[in-house]
């Protein structure tokens, strides 16, 4: 981007103001790195702005939105509600004040501008305070107008790790219904970003909190209240056990597949008959339908439903992998070596799930990916002796089976 002091004098020249919006003041208050530079222009027309700078590539269907060199101008502008959804808005750009512009946005962090020229901050909704408190809260009755905003909130909640304050979760709680009005690609837009956080449990917390969990993570509030053995889940139920789950895994891995494969690893838990409780016998198979459901309501691509179903399907045994017997261990590690998440990305879901709150796992129990990688390179098919590679088919296919059986056995007889 260049230097953006000359654009910004060119807009005083002409009349106008420009400000430095949203999450890039927010940001620099809070010293955290911020790529993304908003801008919104007070005092121009959308054919003056257009005059001035003709280089810039105008965006945007619904309003003028420019992009100058990755940087976006948009004019200072006010929203009205007219319809149900997140799109129904109609919009006023001309004679548009900054501090109207402001009070339209969504939380009072996101309502602060900065002057580019004088370096004066614009704080009319308390923002700075709210940093100060570390507390989430909507500028105004407008933060209703957007059912979208329910997402952000508890995304941003999770990013910052800061608690919602009461009538803003309250305003979530009312869209309970027009939330089914989003396009599923918008929705997972925002759970993506939850994912990419170090706790996206608080994410789907603060949904719960706000009683809105279950329009779109239905299959994740099922977990609730679904018990366990207090044995081995001292932690609470399912749903306390997945939260847990989730966030061990984003201190193991940033791979957005393993982060997810743990979200989903337990899901078949929330279609437990009660009955059965506190016991979950074959939740790992029936959780690979219940993947499949959750993914097709927020519009994941393929291969996270890959990534969860094979989190539901071989979590479980990859949790006693080191009481398998030999012809088990090979079989487990061929199938998950084929797989999306891989030998590597299964294992720290499971180290996720056995190690994750208090309790302490052995190494020895789940360090299959090590052992299965080295048996893949060890004993192939390029490796075969003359006689062995005659057999073709699933004959050789059963020569190479028993080669590597024999080769974790003589493993274990080391150890």
């Known amino acids: 981007m260049q230097d953006i002091i000359p654009i910004a004098e060119k807009i005083k020249k002409a009349g106008g103001t420009l400000y430095l919006v949203g999450g890039a003041v927010r940001d620099a208050i809070l010293k955290r790195e911020n790529h993304d530079k908003d801008y ?8 003056t702005f257009a005059t001035l700078f003709p280089e810039a590539v105008l965006r945007g269907k619904d309003f003028a939105v420019w992009d100058i060199e990755g940087a976006e101008f948009a004019l200072t502008r006010t929203e009205r509600k007219k319809e149900q959804g997140h799109k129904g808005f109609e919009i006023t750009t001309e004679k548009v004040s900054i501090e109207e512009d402001l009070k339209r946005r969504d939380l009072t962090i996101n309502a602060i501008a900065q002057n580019v020229l004088t370096g004066e901050i614009i704080d009319p909704y308390g923002g700075r305070g709210d940093i100060q408190k570390k507390v989430l809260r909507a500028v105004s009755d407008a933060f209703s107008e957007d059912p979208l905003r329910v997402y952000r909130t508890a995304r941003f909640s999770a990013m910052l790790e800061w608690g919602v304050e009461d009538s803003t979760l309250e305003k979530m709680k009312l869209l309970q219904e027009e939330l089914s009005t989003l396009p599923k690609e918008r929705v997972f837009v925002e759970f993506c970003k939850a994912l990419q956080t170090k706790k996206p449990s608080i994410f789907l917390e603060t949904l719960r909190k706000a009683e809105v969990l279950g329009v779109h ?14 044995k081995y889940h001292p932690e609470g139920d399912s749903y306390q056990h997945t939260l847990l789950v989730v966030d061990k895994a984003c201190e193991l891995s940033e791979d957005i597949l393993v982060r997810f494969g743990a979200l989903v690893h337990d899901l078949g838990k929330g279609v437990t008959p009660k009955e059965m409780l506190p016991h979950h016998y074959g939740h790992d198979k029936k959780g690979v339908e219940v993947v499949s459901k959750f993914c097709n309501r927020i519009g994941t691509p393929n291969s996270w439903k890959k990534a ?32 999306i998440l891989g030998l590597d990305g299964l294992q720290y879901i499971v180290i996720a799930d056995k190690c994750s709150g208090e309790r302490i796992c052995k190494e020895k129990e789940i360090s299959f990916a090590r052992l299965g990688k080295e048996m893949l390179q060890t004993v192939n098919g390029k490796l075969c002796d003359e006689k062995e590679k005659e057999h073709t088919g699933i004959a050789f296919k059963n020569k190479l089976r028993e080669k590597r059986i024999k080769w974790i056995q003589n493993k274990e007889k080391k150890c």
């Open 217 to 230: 993570f239905k299959e994740i509030q099922d977990l609730i209240g679904s018990t366990q053995p207090e």
């Open 308 to 339: 969860g179903q094979t989190a539901s399907r071989y979590h479980m045994l990859g949790g006693i992998f080191d009481k398998m017997s030999p012809p088990k261990k090979v079989d487990f590690i061929e199938n998950v070596s084929k797989t």
């Open 40 to 47: 919104a222009v007070e005092g121009l027309t959308k054919e």
